[in-house]
Antibody, heavy 118, light 111 residues
Framework: QVQLQESGPGLVKPSDTLSLTCTVS????????WSWIRQPPGKGLEWIAY???????NYNPSLRSRVTMSIDTSNNQFSLRLRSLTAADTAVYFC????????????WGQGTLVTVSS | QSALTQPPSASGSPGQSITISCTGT?????????VSWYQQHPGKAPKLMIY???KRPSGVPDRFSGSKSVNTASLTVSGLQAEDEADYYC???????????FGGGTKLTVL
């Protein structure tokens, strides 16, 4: 079965750029849409971005100016870059697979906590 | 402030039924049938319980059901069980420019 695993730094400094990777195992990344979602400690969920294997992307309007998502089909991975970090970006970051033709996520990674602090 | 409004908490006794509401607008819940519900236990990733308003993924008990009326979606959990205690989040599609919006979440307590 398909599994997702996020990886990246647990601690980043304010104004720096966060880079996260999600590795897809047990299945191909091709033919699906993939997404990033985050959750600040003790708070609700926020959709960040989605992309598909041909390179198309869509971003949350509130983050569009700071975020880039990309897919690496050769390594079965997709990535997130978030620039100009502030403490408000501290959150658990999840990667997820989108159900084909549906606005919903059927498979999630376990999440990775990113803390923005000097 | 979340785009969709959910009650912060709900509770019920084992065996009872509980309904959680999710209020949006004519730009999201009211226009598209892309309403989903997720269950999240502490420290875990969310789990899809309902998609496209009322569809259940394979493996989700039929105790969970969804519906929609105008701008408000609802999740009903029948025959409450202890393991249903969790946070529940609704989501909706809000157009191409704002693909998915979330509710603020509802903490369900099984008394």
């Amino acid at each position: 079965q398909v599994q997702l695993q996020e990886s990246g730094p647990g601690l980043v400094k304010p104004s720096d750029t966060l880079s996260l990777t999600c590795t897809v195992s047990g299945g191909s990344i091709s033919g699906y849409f993939w997404s990033w979602i985050r959750q600040p400690p003790g708070k609700g969920l926020e959709w960040i971005a989605y992309s598909y294997d041909t390179g198309g992307t869509n971003y949350n309007p509130s983050l569009r100016s700071r975020v880039t998502m990309s897919i690496d089909t050769s390594n079965n991975q997709f990535s997130l870059r978030l620039r100009s970090l502030t403490a408000a970006d501290t959150a658990v970051y999840f990667c997820a697979r989108i159900i084909s033709g549906v606005v919903a996520f059927d498979i999630w990674g376990q999440g990775t906590l990113v803390t923005v602090s000097s | 402030q979340s785009a969709l409004t959910q009650p912060p908490s709900a509770s019920g006794s084992p065996g009872q039924s509980i309904t959680i509401s999710c209020t949006g607008t004519s730009s999201d819940v009211g226009t598209y049938n892309f309403v989903s519900w997720y269950q999240q236990h502490p420290g875990k990733a969310p789990k899809l319980m309902i998609y496209e308003v009322s569809k259940r993924p394979s493996g989700v008990p039929d105790r969970f059901s969804g519906s929609k009326s105008v701008n408000t979606a609802s999740l009903t959990v029948s025959g409450l069980q202890a393991e249903d205690e969790a946070d529940y989040y609704c989501t909706a599609h809000a157009g191409t420019n704002n693909w998915m919006v979330f509710g603020g979440g509802t903490k369900l307590t099984v008394l």
